[in-house]
Protein backbone atom coordinates (compact mmCIF):
# COMPACT_ATOMS: atom_id res chain seq x y z
CA UNK A 1 0.00 0.00 0.00
CA UNK A 2 2.94 2.49 0.93
CA UNK A 3 4.80 1.83 -2.27
CA UNK A 4 1.29 2.18 -4.17
CA UNK A 5 0.53 5.63 -2.54
CA UNK A 6 4.29 6.86 -3.41
CA UNK A 7 4.00 6.09 -7.16
CA UNK A 8 0.90 7.98 -6.81
CA UNK A 9 2.60 11.05 -5.37
CA UNK A 10 5.49 10.80 -7.45
CA UNK A 11 3.22 10.93 -10.64
CA UNK A 12 1.37 13.89 -9.50
CA UNK A 13 3.60 16.43 -11.47
CA UNK A 14 3.65 14.15 -14.68
CA UNK A 15 -0.18 14.43 -14.52
CA UNK A 16 -0.12 18.00 -14.14
CA UNK A 17 1.90 18.61 -17.35
CA UNK A 18 0.23 16.02 -19.13
CA UNK A 19 -3.21 17.52 -18.30
CA UNK A 20 -1.99 20.97 -19.47
CA UNK A 21 -0.68 19.88 -22.60
CA UNK A 22 -3.48 18.50 -23.30
CA UNK A 23 -5.00 21.54 -22.36
CA UNK A 24 -3.25 23.57 -24.40
CA UNK A 25 -3.30 21.49 -27.35
CA UNK A 26 -7.06 21.33 -26.97
CA UNK A 27 -7.26 25.57 -26.93
CA UNK A 28 -4.79 26.07 -29.90
CA UNK A 29 -3.67 23.12 -32.00
CA UNK A 30 -0.73 25.80 -33.99
CA UNK A 31 0.82 25.53 -30.01
CA UNK A 32 2.57 22.59 -31.46
CA UNK A 33 4.18 25.36 -33.56
CA UNK A 34 5.67 27.56 -30.77
CA UNK A 35 8.58 25.86 -29.74
CA UNK A 36 8.32 28.40 -26.33
CA UNK A 37 5.44 27.22 -25.39
CA UNK A 38 5.77 23.41 -26.10
CA UNK A 39 9.69 22.73 -25.22
CA UNK A 40 8.91 23.60 -20.90
CA UNK A 41 6.18 20.81 -21.67
CA UNK A 42 8.46 18.44 -23.16
CA UNK A 43 11.50 18.84 -20.61
CA UNK A 44 9.20 18.68 -17.35
CA UNK A 45 7.38 15.54 -19.06
CA UNK A 46 10.79 13.84 -19.40
CA UNK A 47 12.22 15.01 -16.29
CA UNK A 48 8.94 13.73 -14.33
CA UNK A 49 9.19 10.18 -15.79
CA UNK A 50 13.21 10.70 -14.71
CA UNK A 51 11.84 10.82 -11.09
CA UNK A 52 9.93 7.39 -11.18
CA UNK A 53 12.63 5.44 -12.05
CA UNK A 54 14.42 3.87 -9.10
CA UNK A 55 17.91 5.97 -8.11
CA UNK A 56 19.46 2.14 -7.94
CA UNK A 57 19.08 1.80 -11.76
CA UNK A 58 21.08 4.92 -13.13
CA UNK A 59 23.38 5.72 -9.46
CA UNK A 60 26.50 3.27 -10.89
CA UNK A 61 26.47 5.90 -13.91
CA UNK A 62 26.83 9.12 -11.23
CA UNK A 63 29.70 8.09 -9.02
CA UNK A 64 27.61 6.39 -6.28
CA UNK A 65 25.85 10.18 -5.17
CA UNK A 66 22.71 11.69 -7.00
CA UNK A 67 23.40 14.95 -5.14
CA UNK A 68 23.99 16.37 -8.34
CA UNK A 69 21.56 14.96 -10.26
CA UNK A 70 19.04 16.23 -7.50
CA UNK A 71 20.31 19.75 -7.50
CA UNK A 72 20.23 19.75 -11.56
CA UNK A 73 16.90 18.51 -11.56
CA UNK A 74 15.35 21.02 -9.14
CA UNK A 75 16.64 24.08 -11.10
CA UNK A 76 15.26 22.43 -14.22
CA UNK A 77 11.49 21.89 -12.59
CA UNK A 78 11.75 25.47 -10.83
CA UNK A 79 12.76 26.87 -14.63
CA UNK A 80 10.10 25.08 -15.82
CA UNK A 81 7.60 26.60 -13.39
CA UNK A 82 8.74 29.88 -13.92
CA UNK A 83 7.73 29.41 -18.02
CA UNK A 84 4.38 29.12 -16.58
CA UNK A 85 4.32 32.50 -15.23
CA UNK A 86 6.86 33.76 -18.50
CA UNK A 87 5.28 32.23 -21.67
CA UNK A 88 1.75 33.20 -23.18
CA UNK A 89 -0.11 29.58 -22.89
CA UNK A 90 -3.85 29.95 -24.67
CA UNK A 91 -5.03 28.33 -21.34
CA UNK A 92 -4.94 29.97 -17.96
CA UNK A 93 -5.23 26.47 -16.06
CA UNK A 94 -2.75 25.16 -18.23
CA UNK A 95 -0.28 27.88 -17.06
CA UNK A 96 -1.52 27.30 -13.02
CA UNK A 97 -1.01 23.39 -14.00
CA UNK A 98 2.38 24.32 -15.45
CA UNK A 99 3.58 25.98 -11.97
CA UNK A 100 2.17 23.94 -9.72
CA UNK A 101 3.67 20.93 -11.37
CA UNK A 102 6.93 22.42 -11.92
CA UNK A 103 7.26 23.73 -8.48
CA UNK A 104 6.04 19.78 -6.77
CA UNK A 105 9.40 18.43 -9.33
CA UNK A 106 11.46 20.62 -7.74
CA UNK A 107 10.38 19.64 -3.93
CA UNK A 108 10.22 16.05 -4.87
CA UNK A 109 13.92 16.05 -6.69
CA UNK A 110 15.65 18.61 -3.95
CA UNK A 111 14.65 15.70 -1.43
CA UNK A 112 15.98 12.25 -3.76
CA UNK A 113 19.14 12.26 -2.63
CA UNK A 114 20.95 8.74 -2.10
CA UNK A 115 24.57 8.24 -1.48
CA UNK A 116 26.52 5.26 -1.46
Do not use: H
Not at 63 to 87: D, P, Q
Amino acid sequence: MNAILTIGVLSLPLFCFVSATFLELQRDRNSLRNLARILPLAVAGGASAFLLIPLTVYLGSINGSSELLSKTMSVTAFSVASCGFLCRYKSRFAAVLIVFGGVFLAFFWAFNRVTV
